[in-house]
């Protein structure tokens, strides 16, 4: 059974109009694990040093948002009183986070359905079909965010996914960021996940992850997903470049 603390947080969270969710349930201050214990100090030495986007654990931030993160569990959160912050303002990095990746006025999609799979917004009730899918696939996804990714570990646990998947749904919400999971088309299975995430390079208008399941790896599901993504992004986003880290040159390619 989940925490019902983490529990409590992660809905506060999703249910304000600020704030996001750090991914390691210890990096939380909740009295779950020693705070000497190793995932402890990892989550700790994550957070001190993020520069760039944070998943699972040691995973780093793309933002620097180490203070956005502290201020949000000062005003919202019991964690602050725990750790004894003292901030009330609006830090750099919170503002930061909350910059959106799209025009106000586009409507952003729910979900999409092909004839082989669905598409739709990542929340905090997938948990254990994301879950089930990473934990059965670590070895072929290790390295999709990148090289130096060690995402997913083989100790990740079901509350370090669900906080990920909160993470994901507020970043979603605050349209920041867009994680869509892939599932069959009765909702019986995950078969893999999409991120629409802000570039870091200049000229590019917004970076593509996606993966899929190592089960569905020798069907062409991957090759297939591709293709819908990029059909979708020319045909309903409002993008103009996009890059797709590890898949295609990151000179960008032009859609429009």
């Known amino acids: 059974m ?11 969270l999703l249910d304000s109009d600020t704030g996001y969710i750090e991914s390691n349930v210890d990096a939380l201050a909740f009295p779950m694990t020693p705070a000497s214990s190793q995932s402890g100090t990892s989550s700790c030495k994550a957070l001190a040093n993020c520069s760039e986007r944070l998943f699972v654990m040691d995973e780093p931030l793309r933002y620097d948002c180490w ?7 000062l005003r919202y959160t019991f964690g602050g009183l725990l750790l004894g912050w003292q901030n009330t303002s609006q830090s750099d990095g919170e503002q930061t986070l909350n910059k959106q990746l799209i025009p106000a006025d586009f ?3 729910d979900s999409l359905d092909t004839a082989d799979f669905r598409l739709r917004m990542l929340t905090i009730h997938d948990v254990v079909k994301d879950y089930d899918a990473v934990m059965t696939s670590v070895k072929s996804l290790q390295g999709v965010f990148g090289e130096g990714s060690s995402w997913p570990l083989e ?16 970043e979603f919400q605050r349209r920041s960021s867009f994680a869509y999971t892939m599932v069959a088309l009765n909702e019986s299975r995950c078969l893999g996940c999409m991120y629409i995430y802000p570039p870091t390079y200049a000229g590019v208008d917004a970076e593509i992850i996606f993966w899929v399941r190592e089960s569905e790896l020798k069907t062409g599901l991957e090759q297939k997903l591709f293709e819908t993504i990029k059909k979708w992004m020319k045909d309903t986003w409002p993008f103009v470049t996009v890059i797709y880290p590890g898949r295609e040159s990151v000179s960008g390619v032009r859609l429009k």
């Open 107 to 109: 409507t952003v999609p």
């Open 155 to 170: 100790t990740l646990t079901l509350e370090q996914d669900l906080i990920d998947l909160g993470w994901h749904q507020k």
């Open 67 to 73: 203070d956005g993160f502290r201020g949000y569990l």
């Open 2 to 12: 989940l925490p019902s603390m983490l529990m409590i947080v992660i809905n506060r």
